[in-house]
């Protein structure tokens, strides 16, 4: 399996962007899929994921409402819509994919895309 994030930019606080992950080889139907993010100097972080068993979606607190994670099974591709940025957004974020015991952990997941940058400005 392959994923390919893409969506990232340069964008003001308050602004919206779509993550999309796509992926090929096989798609997402019955595996979890995750998206993180490492903000420079820092650890990579849990922002949200959709889970493999009960389509229930999970976010990270900072998140407080302002992201959607969906999943589109006809085209293999996983989005993450994240409204109300801000800056401490900045990050480069990933998608990962897998069966996992705790979809929040970034350790079970087996296949990861080369992340894509989000960069907010204030």
């Known amino acids: 399996v392959q994923l390919q994030a893409s969506g990232g930019g340069l964008v003001q606080a308050g602004d919206s962007l779509r993550l999309s992950c796509v992926a090929s080889?096989?798609?997402?139907?019955?595996?979890?899929v995750g998206w993180f993010r490492r903000a420079s100097g820092k650890d990579r972080e849990f922002v949200a994921a959709?889970?493999?068993?009960?389509?229930?979606?999970y976010y990270a607190s900072f998140v407080e409402g302002r992201f959607d994670i969906s999943i589109d099974n006809a085209e293999n591709t996983a989005y993450l819509q994240m409204n109300s940025l801000k800056p401490e957004d900045t990050a480069v974020y990933s998608c990962?994919?897998?069966?996992?015991?705790?979809?929040?952990?970034?350790?079970?997941?087996?296949?990861w895309g080369r992340g894509t940058q989000v960069t907010v400005s204030s």
């Open positions: 080889g096989r798609g997402f139907r019955g595996y979890d």
């Open positions: 990962a994919t897998g069966r996992t015991p705790t979809v929040q952990s970034d350790r079970w997941y087996d296949y």
């Open positions: 959709v889970g493999r068993t009960d389509n229930i979606t």
